[in-house]
């Protein structure tokens, strides 16, 4: 089992729909949780660090769960913009925190 | 604000050749990494340094080497290139638990 697995998807939505991402991790211990964003041929960004209660930005709402050791992330009302790939990383703990990437999520918005 | 820098940003060599990628931050981070990106494959981790003097292998290390010998500056040396590197190259700096900052990255080819 990979550390860190994402749905590759591609996620076909239209504009204005709401669309959810999860990510599974297999380290219980690990401690740092984020959200990128990469656009074709560009470097990954951040997009949110995810919060153990849960943190929104505008449209985009990020959820830990640890019990079921995931991370979620929401987009409401979707634009042509977010089209993109979103990784989901994993920092863990014992003195390591090596980010660990999942594979990402393709997002195509279409008019 | 420079962030990370990767130096250069396209590069052709010829199996055998050997050349070195150049990344420098200038946040202060103690961690910078290495990662290599091939369509499919999402990120993977090719050597890490978690200081100044101190380096380590990542997921994909054999056919690289790395130095770090100045804080700022994490180095990615290929000896003796194949096709198979040829590849996209991230770098990117992070502090000990926080987001990971990345270069624009480096499109390598080796014929």
């Known amino acids: 089992r990979k550390e860190v697995e994402q749905d590759p998807g591609p996620f076909n939505v239209p504009e204005g729909a709401t669309v959810a991402f999860n990510c599974t991790y297999s380290n219980s211990a690990s401690q740092s949780f984020f959200w990128y964003r990469q656009d074709c041929r560009k470097e990954p960004k951040l997009l949110m660090s995810v919060y153990s209660s849960g943190n929104e930005d505008g449209r985009f709402t990020a959820q830990l769960n640890r019990a079921s050791q995931y991370i979620s992330l929401l987009i409401r009302d979707s634009k042509l913009s977010d089209s993109a790939t979103y990784l989901c990383?994993?920092?863990?703990?014992?003195?390591?925190?090596?980010?660990?990437f999942g594979r990402g999520t393709s997002l195509i918005v279409h008019p | 604000n420079a962030g990370v820098t990767q130096t250069p940003k396209f590069r052709v060599l010829k199996t055998g050749q050997s050349m070195t990628l150049l990344c420098a931050q200038d946040m202060n981070h103690e961690y910078m990494y290495w990662y290599r990106q091939d369509p499919g494959m999402g990120l993977r981790l090719i050597h890490y340094s978690v200081g100044e003097g101190t380096t380590a292998k990542g997921e994909v290390p054999d056919g690289y080497n790395v130095s770090r010998l100045k804080k700022q500056n994490f180095l990615l040396g290929l000896e003796s290139a194949a096709p198979s590197q040829t590849s996209v190259y991230f770098c990117a700096s992070s502090r000990f638990t926080g987001e990971l900052f990345f270069g624009e990255g480096s499109r390598l080819t080796v014929l």
């Open positions: 990383v994993v920092k863990g703990s014992g003195g390591s925190y090596i980010p660990t």
